[in-house]
């Protein structure tokens, strides 16, 4: 019988059609494929997501997470040694960040470090030099002499001018050497930033440390309390007697006691090289892989370099490397749990965020221990004229009541404690910290806050503390950067005379009618406002303004009393 031809139209007899067949080869084959690579691809994300898991276990942020493969931190700055040798290839490091397109903070560093060497080493010239023993010399034979014809001690002013012209030698001396060694790196980034600020949630930590001996435990407090330690990241620049250089260490001025008229007897007294806190924190198991990741950028300087502690934060602000906020500290605190993130939290949560600035005076601590923070926080809303003549009656901030923990939202204070203030990195673009304040200690923080205000920034109380400090009495002994400053000299009260000269810049922008432009010329010391607009008011509000906001007087030298601040009334 002939066989009928297949009819393929119909579906049970279109599987068996050769092409059909092949076809469905082929599609099988690639859909084993394709599960096989979606099965490696999850396995590799699986393990993916282990590593990444793990490393955040480990508190320690991979490259992707905290932006370390930005070339702007490359090469890692050294945390050790103390005075090590250069950075590897240091001279195109320094050359390609002062060109202004290629910065690095290695780069910086060796900027910085090398005027630490050139400012060491002319404090050692000066300190040699048979002028100072003439000086001082004079200084003993005039002031007797007007002691003897007038049969009463010199005025301030008449023991101010016996010396002058070597003070101003000094001052030319560090002027000129920022200028050479620093102004080239402000003038590089004026008004920019010198890295992008990234977006994500990082926090600064400025630090100058002077002789610190709760530098470790402070930075220890820091990330154990941390919500987020991985993503902290310290500035510190750590000025120390260590014992390198043949000097014997000194110890502050100690009471000893009362003399027979009850006041008190001190006495400075050789003491052992100062206890270096970031070696002892990157040494200790727990904390070395932040050190070995880069998160403690460090620079050292000789105690007898130091020039205070605006210049100090000046330094360690060239350390910040693009994180999202950027906090100052001192180096003797204890930190609450997540102040990380409440931080955060509540400085956003002001009415002028991002332009908004959380400061306060901490409370005080005697021990580390438990803190947990959560007490109302102070309210910087008073200040003063200083009546000491040391001060060059400088307007001096204090604290005046407590904000109320359950408001809605932070409130406006007057003013910045240059100890703790919390910000957007965009703050360093805005108010770019001063290099030319050398020996200012008071002073600093009405500086800080005319220029943040004027330049559009509003400063809030923290609705609660999240930090304590480690107030610190005379009798502490512990030393004082202004007791280094004329040690090597045998000078004693040099920062004194020095400071001076040097605060007129911050009184010539406050406004005090004693120093003007022109008497500062007149009177010789011109050089302190070197660059001075570069570091002055902003523009978005006037200091008029400022000081009709803050109730001070500067003409009459009064501060009144700021209801709206104490009250909390201002969002």
Same mark, same amino acid.
């Given at each position: 019988?002939?066989?009928?031809?297949?009819?393929?139209?119909?579906?049970?007899t279109?599987?068996?059609?050769?092409?059909?067949?092949?076809?469905?080869g082929? %599609?099988?084959?690639?859909?084993?494929v394709?599960?096989?690579?979606?099965?490696?691809h999850?396995?590799?994300?699986?393990t993916t997501?282990?590593?990444?898991?793990?490393?955040?276990?480990?508190?320690?942020?991979?490259?992707?997470?905290?932006?370390?493969?930005?070339p702007?931190?490359?090469?890692?700055? !050294?945390?050790?040694?103390?005075?090590?040798?250069?950075?590897?290839?240091?001279?195109?490091?320094?050359?390609d960040?002062?060109?202004?397109?290629?910065?690095?903070?290695?780069?910086?560093?060796?900027v910085?470090?090398r005027f630490?060497?050139?400012l060491?080493?002319?404090?050692?010239?000066n300190?040699?030099?048979?002028s100072?023993?003439?000086?001082?010399?004079?200084?003993?034979?005039?002031?007797?002499?007007?002691?003897?014809?007038r049969?009463?001690?010199?005025?301030?002013?008449?023991?101010f001018?016996?010396s002058?012209?070597?003070?101003?030698?000094?001052?030319?001396?560090?002027?000129?050497?920022?200028?050479?060694?620093?102004?080239?790196?402000?003038?590089?980034?004026?008004?920019?930033?010198?890295? !992008?600020?990234?977006?994500?949630?990082?926090?600064f930590?400025?630090?100058? %440390?002077?002789?610190?001996?709760l530098?470790?435990?402070?930075?220890?407090?820091?990330?154990?309390?941390?919500?987020?330690?991985?993503?902290?990241?310290?500035?510190?620049?750590?000025?120390?007697?260590?014992?390198?250089?043949?000097?014997?260490?000194?110890?502050?001025?100690?009471?000893?006691?009362?003399?027979?008229?009850?006041?008190?007897?001190?006495?400075?007294s050789?003491? !052992?090289?100062?206890?270096?806190?970031?070696?002892?924190?990157?040494?200790?198991?727990?904390?070395a892989?932040?050190c070995?990741?880069?998160?403690?950028?460090?620079l050292?300087?000789?105690?007898?370099?130091?020039l205070?502690?605006?210049?100090?934060?000046?330094y360690?602000?060239?350390l910040?490397?693009g994180?999202?906020?950027?906090?100052?500290?001192d180096?003797h605190?204890?930190?609450?749990?997540?102040w990380?993130?409440?931080?955060?939290?509540?400085?956003?949560?002001?009415?002028?965020?991002?332009k908004?600035?959380l400061?306060?005076?901490?409370?005080?601590?005697?021990?580390?221990?438990?803190?947990?923070?959560?007490?109302?926080?102070?309210?910087?809303c008073?200040c003063e004229?200083s009546t000491?003549d040391?001060?060059?009656?400088?307007?001096?901030?204090?604290t005046?009541?407590?904000?109320?923990?359950n408001?809605?939202? !932070?409130t406006?204070?007057?003013f910045?404690?240059?100890?703790?203030?919390?910000?957007?990195?965009?703050f360093?673009?805005?108010?770019?910290?001063?290099?030319?304040?050398?020996?200012?200690f008071?002073?600093?923080?009405?500086?800080?806050?005319?220029?943040?205000?004027?330049?559009?920034?509003?400063i809030?109380a923290?609705?609660?503390n999240?930090i304590?400090?480690?107030?610190?009495?005379?009798?502490?002994?512990?030393?004082?950067?202004?007791e280094?400053?004329?040690?090597d000299?045998?000078?004693?009260?040099?920062?004194?005379?020095?400071?001076a000269?040097t605060?007129?810049?911050?009184?010539?922008?406050?406004g005090?009618?004693?120093?003007?432009?022109?008497?500062?010329?007149?009177?010789?010391?011109?050089?302190?406002?070197?660059?001075?607009?570069?570091?002055?008011?902003?523009?978005?509000?006037?200091?008029?303004?400022?000081?009709?906001?803050?109730?001070?007087?500067?003409?009459?030298?009064?501060?009144?009393?700021?209801?709206?601040?104490?009250?909390?009334?201002?969002e």
């Amino acid at each position: 019988e002939k066989q009928r031809p297949v009819d393929y139209s119909k579906s049970s007899t279109l599987v068996f059609h050769p092409v059909f067949l092949a076809l469905f080869g082929l %599609a099988a084959l690639s859909l084993c494929v394709s599960f096989y690579l979606v099965l490696q691809h999850l396995q590799d994300d699986t393990t993916t997501l282990v590593d990444i898991s793990s490393a955040h276990n480990a508190i320690i942020m991979t490259d992707e997470e905290n932006n370390d493969h930005a070339p702007h931190l490359y090469p890692r700055l !050294p945390y050790l040694p103390m005075f090590g040798s250069e950075i590897s290839d240091a001279d195109k490091l320094m050359s390609d960040t002062l060109s202004g397109k290629f910065p690095t903070i290695a780069g910086i560093a060796v900027v910085l470090n090398r005027f630490f060497n050139a400012l060491h080493d002319k404090n050692l010239e000066n300190s040699k030099k048979e002028s100072g023993l003439m000086e001082l010399i004079q200084d003993y034979f005039l002031l007797a002499k007007t002691i003897y014809v007038r049969s009463k001690k010199p005025t301030e002013e008449e023991k101010f001018s016996l010396s002058a012209t070597g003070l101003m030698d000094l001052i030319q001396d560090y002027f000129l050497l920022a200028k050479t060694h620093l102004r080239p790196l402000e003038e590089a980034y004026r008004g920019r930033e010198i890295f !992008p600020i990234r977006d994500d949630e990082s926090i600064f930590v400025s630090l100058a %440390a002077f002789r610190e001996h709760l530098l470790g435990q402070t930075l220890k407090s820091a990330f154990d309390q941390a919500e987020h330690p991985e993503k902290l990241f310290i500035g510190a620049v750590v000025q120390n007697c260590f014992g390198t250089d043949g000097r014997q260490c000194k110890t502050g001025l100690e009471v000893i006691g009362k003399n027979e008229q009850g006041r008190d007897m001190v006495k400075m007294s050789d003491a !052992p090289p100062d206890k270096n806190g970031i070696e002892e924190f990157c040494s200790t198991p727990e904390y070395a892989k932040y050190c070995k990741a880069g998160h403690i950028r460090v620079l050292y300087m000789h105690d007898t370099d130091a020039l205070g502690p605006a210049v100090a934060r000046y330094y360690a602000s060239k350390l910040w490397g693009g994180e999202t906020y950027f906090m100052q500290m001192d180096a003797h605190l204890e930190f609450a749990p997540s102040w990380d993130i409440k931080y955060i939290k509540e400085v956003r949560a002001a009415k002028n965020y991002p332009k908004s600035v959380l400061s306060a005076y901490p409370p005080g601590f005697s021990q580390f221990g438990a803190y947990t923070g959560g007490t109302a926080g102070s309210r910087l809303c008073r200040c003063e004229f200083s009546t000491s003549d040391v001060e060059q009656h400088i307007i001096r901030i204090n604290t005046n009541g407590s904000t109320n923990k359950n408001s809605p939202r !932070p409130t406006q204070v007057a003013f910045i404690a240059a100890g703790f203030f919390f910000a957007r990195a965009e703050f360093l673009v805005d108010v770019p910290f001063d290099p030319f304040v050398p020996w200012c200690f008071m002073g600093e923080e009405i500086a800080l806050s005319v220029r943040a205000w004027t330049q559009g920034w509003a400063i809030y109380a923290p609705r609660q503390n999240l930090i304590a400090h480690q107030y610190r009495p005379g009798r502490m002994g512990l030393p004082k950067f202004w007791e280094s400053v004329g040690r090597d000299s045998g000078r004693p009260n040099l920062n004194t005379r020095l400071q001076a000269r040097t605060l007129r810049r911050i009184k010539h922008m406050v406004g005090y009618p004693t120093d003007t432009s022109e008497l500062i010329e007149q009177d010789g010391d011109g050089i302190v406002l070197t660059d001075y607009t570069h570091y002055a008011l902003g523009t978005v509000r006037t200091a008029e303004e400022y000081f009709n906001f803050t109730r001070i007087d500067v003409i009459n030298q009064q501060c009144k009393h700021m209801q709206w601040c104490t009250k909390g009334e201002l969002e």
